[in-house]
C-alpha cells in the first residue's frame, strides 16, 4: 500500500499581526509592533504550500483561530457588546488584549503531536493537540484546534483524537515542534523522538537560567502513553540549556528530522553523544545519515537568524530529499554556502528550495513552524476531510477568498476596531463552508 508523509500547513489568519508576544522568540520580541501584512502572508503561505503540492506532496491545511478572542475576554471579566469588550479591554489592559489578538495559530507544529498507525497499539493516526502552557496567547488556542483536528480527521477508524494535556507548567507541550519522527517508510514503525527541555519535577536535572523550557518529559512522556508507542520505538532527548538561553525556543529551531536523516546543529541537544547512540541503537531499518552542522560551519545565531534548521525536509517522488528553506537562509552567507555544500555531499538530501514567507519569519516561524506532519497511507488519506486537501482548484479559492476578506495592511492599533472582528468572523464562518469543517468556532455556536 502507498505510504507517504501529508503537510498540513496553518492558514494565516486575517488578524496576523506583530505584537512581540514570544518572550524567548528573538525574532518575535525584534519586530514587535511594526505593521503586518495579513494579505500578503496568507499568500506566502498558500504559495509554498502550492509549491510543495506541485512537487507532488500531499498538501492540506488547517484553518486558523478567531482572533480577536472575545470568549477569553468575556471570562477575563470585559463585558458589554463585542465593540465595548474591544475597547475596555485595548485601553484598561493592552498586554492583555494584544495576547488575545495573537495569529500565532498558523504555527502548526505546534498544533498538535501526531503519531501514525505505524506506530501506535490500536493501529490508529493519533492526535494530541498542544497545551501551550508557557505563553497566555497560545494558551487560548488547544480546545479549537482540538476542533479543528477532528474535522479534518474525522473518521473514528483511522483516526484516534485525545484532549490536550493539563493546563499545567509541569506538563508544558509544544506539540511536533518538540517531535521528530524517523523511519524506513513512512507506513512502517518508526522511532519517535521526543526533544523536551526541562524535567518538571526533578529540579536538580540541567535547566536554562535565562529563557524558559517550554516542553517538559514529563508532557512528552504522556503523549508517549496516549498514544500508545512503544517503548523500544521511543527516545526523549533533553535540548541543550545553553541553547534555548540563546534563543533555541523549540527543538526544530536546531534539528529536523525526515526518514533516515537527522539534520541538526552540534550543539543541539545535552549529552549529544549519549543521545545518537540510543537513536542509532534502536532505529530500526537502513542507515541513518546523522547530518551534523559544525559551530565552525554555521554559528548558533546564523542559524536562529535564518531559520537554518526551521526548514522542511521532503522525500521527492524519486527517493531524493530536498530541503524547503526560507529565502533568509539565501540572505545568510554561511548558511548559503553550508547548503549548497550540503547537496554536493554524500547523503539523502540532494536540493534545497527557498521559499519567502518573510511575513512568518518576522513573527517568529519559519516554514517547518507553518507546517504538521501526518505520515498515512492510502486508506488513511482517502478518510481524510478531503476539502481540506489542497488541490488547483481549492488553491484558487483560497486566494480568492483572502483576496476578498484580508487587509493590505494591519497596525497593532487596528486590532480594537468593531470592524476588524466583523471582517474576520465573516471570513472564517466563509473559510468553515470551503473546508467543510461546520461550526468550529465560538461565534458560529452562539
Known amino acids: 500500500m502507498k505510504q507517504f508523509e501529508a503537510n498540513f500547513d496553518g492558514l494565516v489568519g486575517p488578524t496576523h499581526n506583530y505584537a512581540g508576544l514570544s518572550y524567548g522568540n528573538v525574532a518575535s520580541l525584534s519586530n514587535a509592533s511594526a505593521s503586518s501584512s495579513p494579505k500578503q502572508a496568507a499568500k506566502q503561505g498558500l504559495k509554498k504550500m502550492k ?78 493537540p498542544a497545551n501551550l502552557t508557557n505563553k497566555f496567547h497560545r ?10 483536528l477532528r474535522a479534518t480527521f474525522a473518521n473514528d477508524t483511522y483516526f484516534s483524537h485525545h484532549t490536550h494535556l493539563p493546563d499545567n507548567e509541569h ?38 537560567k535565562k529563557f524558559p523550557a517550554r516542553q517538559t518529559l514529563e508532557a512528552s512522556q504522556a503523549v508517549a502513553r496516549l498514544h500508545g508507542l512503544n517503548d523500544a520505538n ?39 553523544s549519549q543521545a545518537l547512540v540510543e537513536i542509532e541503537q534502536k532505529f530500526a531499518g537502513d542507515k541513518i545519515h546523522f547530518i551534523c552542522v559544525k559551530t565552525a560551519e554555521v554559528s548558533v545565531q546564523d542559524a536562529i537568524s535564518s531559520y537554518l534548521f526551521n526548514t522542511q525536509i521532503i522525500t521527492l517522488a524519486n527517493g531524493e530529499m530536498a530541503i524547503i528553506a526560507p529565502t533568509n537562509c539565501q540572505e545568510n552567507p554561511a548558511v548559503s554556502a553550508y547548503l549548497a555544500k550540503l547537496v554536493q555531499q554524500n547523503t539523502p538530501i540532494k536540493h534545497v528550495h527557498y521559499f519567502d514567507v518573510k511575513e512568518s519569519m518576522r513573527n517568529g516561524g519559519g516554514p517547518a513552524c507553518l507546517r504538521l506532519r501526518v505520515a498515512m497511507n492510502a486508506q488513511e488519506y482517502a478518510a481524510v476531510n478531503q476539502s481540506t486537501l489542497l488541490n488547483d482548484s481549492q488553491f484558487e479559492r483560497l486566494n480568492s477568498w483572502v483576496d476578498k476578506h484580508y487587509r493590505d495592511i494591519l497596525n497593532v ?13 465573516t471570513a472564517l464562518d466563509e473559510l468553515t463552508q470551503l473546508l467543510q469543517l461546520g461550526s468550529v468556532y465560538p461565534f458560529q455556536q452562539v
Open 51 to 128: 509549491a510543495l503540492a506541485d512537487l507532488g506532496m500531499v498538501q492540506g491545511v488547517l484553518a486558523p483561530q478567531e482572533r480577536p478572542d472575545i470568549v477569553s475576554l468575556r471570562r477575563l471579566g470585559f463585558s458589554g457588546t463585542d465593540a465595548n469588550v474591544l475597547a475596555t479591554a485595548a485601553q484598561q489592559a493592552p498586554a492583555i488584549f494584544q495576547a488575545c489578538c495573537s495569529a500565532s495559530s498558523m504555527w502548526t507544529a505546534n498544533a498538535a503531536t501526531v503519531s501514525p498507525s505505524g506506530d501506535t497499539k490500536d493501529g490508529k493516526i493519533h492526535f494530541t
Open 139 to 148: 494558551s487560548l488556542e488547544p480546545q479549537v484546534t482540538g476542533k479543528i
Open 413 to 425: 492599533s487596528d486590532l480594537h476596531d468593531p470592524q476588524l472582528l466583523i471582517e474576520s468572523r
Open 234 to 272: 521511543v527516545v526523549y532527548v533533553q535540548q541543550n540549556p545553553d541553547l534555548i538561553d540563546q534563543g533555541v525556543f523549540h527543538n526544530d529551531v536546531i534539528a529536523v528530522g525526515n526518514q533516515n536523516v537527522l539534520f541538526y546543529h552540534e550543539q543541539a541537544f545535552y549529552q549529544s
Open 171 to 208: 506538563f508544558g507541550d509544544e506539540g511536533a515542534a518538540n517531535h521528530t519522527r524517523l523511519c524506513n517508510q513512512y507506513g512502517e514503525a518508526g522511532l519517535e523522538m521526543f526533544v523536551y527541555g526541562r524535567h518538571a519535577f526533578d529540579t536538580s536535572k540541567p535547566a536554562p
